[in-house]
């Protein structure tokens, strides 16, 4: 390849970067979130993961059992973190496949469907295949059911708040609208993580993976969305979202002069 023939495929690059911006970044995200996960699972088998995620735990919780902190922090997490479990989930998923299918966003409901399925049959399958133990339990101060690795709170809640995230974003023309939806779905996700390792659920790396598992899971959905999205622009066939005609205007009586 000559060096003409090599700036003209960098021009190229860049243009298609610069025209399909969005696509590039939730790849980026999906192939991240993968090679950080393979690391952190690497790294929990080590004695320093394991010495850190101690020292983590140790921090949050001096005596075991009795997190850092007062005592309405501690009811404020256990309530936090029960926006991350299956039940308040599938409640919140229902009631968004609901209005999807009210406005006839078909694809969309059937893809927050496969995110939530996938994400428990990700999350549950890690599970069995790492099979961590949990931190003691004098320092559990919620009850646990399964394996520790990953956290299926900081996954699943990852993957469903930020794919409705993603979704909502669609509804809003301005910037700072969609940032501000994005940044609410992140945050969320975040807090759950961290009630997870405070409340003493989950080593800090269970969580960390669960993040990155959940956002790469979430991003490869989004990029599934986008690529029917692009095949329909061209062809309308198939299952997709409808745009739905705007609602009539109301009738406005006319002024009457002197008003």
């Known amino acids: 390849m000559t060096s003409q023939q090599t700036i003209t495929f960098l021009r190229r690059m860049l243009r298609i970067a610069r025209t399909e911006i969005a696509a590039v970044s939730a790849l980026f995200i999906v192939a991240l979130g993968v090679m950080t996960f393979v690391e952190v699972a690497d790294d929990v088998t080590g004695t320093e993961g394991q010495a850190f995620d101690q020292a983590v735990l140790t921090w949050m919780q001096p005596a075991p059992g009795d997190p850092r902190g007062p005592w309405w922090l501690k009811e404020a997490a256990a309530d936090l973190t029960s926006l991350g479990g299956i039940s308040v989930l599938t409640l ?47 320092f559990q101060a919620v009850d646990t059911l399964n394996a520790s690795f990953p956290s299926g709170h900081a996954l699943l809640s990852t993957v469903f708040y930020l794919t409705l995230g993603v979704m909502l974003t669609r509804a809003f023309p301005r910037t700072h609208l969609k940032a501000f939806v994005l940044g609410a779905a992140m945050l969320i996700a975040l807090l759950i993580g961290l009630t997870r390792v405070y409340l003493g659920a989950h080593w800090a790396s269970d969580v960390f993976a669960g993040w990155c598992a959940g956002a790469a899971w979430a991003m490869a959905l989004w990029l599934v969305a986008y690529a029917i999205g692009r095949r329909q622009a061209v062809r309308d066939k198939g299952l997709h979202d409808e745009v739905l005609p705007p609602e009539p205007m109301a009738d406005t009586p006319p002024a009457v002069i002197g008003e």
Do not use: C, N, Y
């Open 92 to 138: 919140f998923a229902l009631i968004a496949i609901a209005f999807l299918l009210i406005q006839r966003k078909r694809l969309s409901a059937l893809l927050l469907v496969l995110g939530l399925a996938g994400g428990v049959a990700l999350s549950e399958g890690l599970k069995d295949l790492f099979s961590r133990q949990r931190p003691p339990s004098d």
